[in-house]
């Protein structure tokens, strides 16, 4: 793990503000990334998708309702998906006053009409100011985006943040996909940039570990696991087979290691958790709560 990570130059352990700084500001909007920003998180996380008419855009869930009003500007649209939108039309939705409605105690007056942001705006974010956290891009839902992949690298590779030469590479941009397709994809137009497999509990009660690593492996240099608590979670023991429960977290982070992957656990929000997914040799972790995580990592 040790190895792996430092041969690819990302930082361990890497702190990956989950969405920005998610606990704190409404997720993915300009506060949250400024917040992770000037935190001085290792990476900005990003849940890439794409408009109507081809914009790339940062939005988590497949449709709109959780974290805008859609349902007051565009009745009926609800649970249409982010694709059927046009860029203009998400423009006009408020994607943070959801988050003081649902989160009195951290509502800000200033998160009210927060905008949905272009993948150019996070990057622009992440190149000014005098921290320089990284990005850590996921194709989500990458079947429903035909030739996203190529989208993205033009995009990046315009902006300099891909680089052709020879040597180890920067650490600076990771991608990440629950499909291992779109990372085959990215591998074929980025070689060089680290690319990780997520896994969920669906994938490993198919599959099983030794198979998954194996598929990790051939896409990518990394594997990106979930926390202590979902691996103890009902949800979990009903859904994967006993064998496979028995062989999950954290154990398999020296499977994984083994295998020559990389490790990073999403979504890792509790103090204890951090220190567990820490003590077991992970590589950092996804979280909401960069400035907790900072402070248990011990990084300034
Ligand atoms: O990308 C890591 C983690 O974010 C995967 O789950 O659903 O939060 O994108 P999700
Ligand atoms: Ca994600």
Known sequence: GKRVA?????????????????????????????MARELGADYLEIDLQRTKDGTLV???????SRTTNVAEVFPGREKDTIDTFTFAELAQLDAGSWFNRTF??????????????????????AESGTRRPGLYIETKAA???????????GALRQRGWI??????????????????????????LAPRVPRLLLLDELMV?????????????????????????????????????????LTTWPWHTGQAHEAG???????????WEMWMVTLSGADGFFTDRADVALAVVGKP
């Not at 041969?7 to 400024?34: C, F, K, Q």
């Open 261 to 271: 992957l990389f490790v990073h656990p999403w979504t890792i929000n509790e103090r």
């Open 58 to 64: 940062v939005v988590h869930d497949d449709d709109l």
């Open 143 to 153: 079947s429903r985006f035909p030739g996203i992949e190529e989208q993205l690298v």
């Open 205 to 245: 009660a198919r599959e099983g570990l030794d198979s998954l690593m194996k598929i990790a492996s051939d896409v990518g240099s990394g594997v990106g696991t979930w926390g202590v608590r979902w691996a103890f979670s009902p949800y979990w023991s009903l859904t994967a087979a006993p064998k496979r429960y």
């Open 104 to 125: 009195p105690d951290r509502a800000r007056g200033s998160f009210k009409g927060l905008r949905i942001l272009r993948m150019d705006e996070v990057i622009a974010l």
């Open 163 to 188: 680089e052709d030469s020879e040597g180890p590479p920067s650490g600076r941009v990771i991608f990440q996909s629950f499909e291992p397709n779109s990372l085959v994809r990215l591998k074929s």
């Open 6 to 34: 430092k041969a690819l130059n990302i930082p361990r352990p890497a702190v990956i503000a989950h969405r920005g700084a998610s606990h704190l500001a409404p997720e993915s909007t300009v506060p949250a990334y400024l």
